[in-house]
């Protein structure tokens, strides 16, 4: 069993920072690439920023420049800074992650958070 717990949503003003929180717990032998996606209403969940266990990373064209992501692999945890945030960022952010564990690899999802950016 795995679970990602998301941490860090809220409410900001357009301008404002956030970071968000995923930490990963359960029987993991290894966590390959972990990201973020978010799914605003009425729109399909879309991917955000990811990072292999290498540290390579990968940002959404709407977000670079903007957004930062980083992990703690030692604690099996991504981050998500988010600066300059627009009102057209607000969602329910989701953290994933490809897991290892004893009995399976696959993908897992984070029960998401909500992030509102005001004008």
């Known amino acids: 069993q795995v679970q990602l717990v998301e941490s860090g949503g809220g409410l900001v003003q357009e301008g404002g920072s956030l970071r968000l929180s995923c930490a990963a717990s359960?029987?993991?032998?290894?966590?390959?690439?972990m990201g973020w996606y978010r799914q605003a209403p009425g729109k399909q969940r879309e991917p955000v920023a990811r990072i292999s266990s290498g540290g390579a990373t990968n940002y959404a064209d709407s977000v670079k420049d903007r957004f930062s992501i980083s992990r703690d692999n030692a604690k099996n945890t991504v981050y998500l800074q988010m600066n300059t945030l627009k009102p057209e960022d607000t969602a329910v952010y989701y953290c994933n992650a490809f897991v290892v564990t004893i009995f399976r690899r696959g993908e897992y999802w984070g029960q998401g958070t909500q992030v509102t950016v005001s004008s």
């Open positions: 359960g029987s993991i032998a290894n966590i390959n690439t």
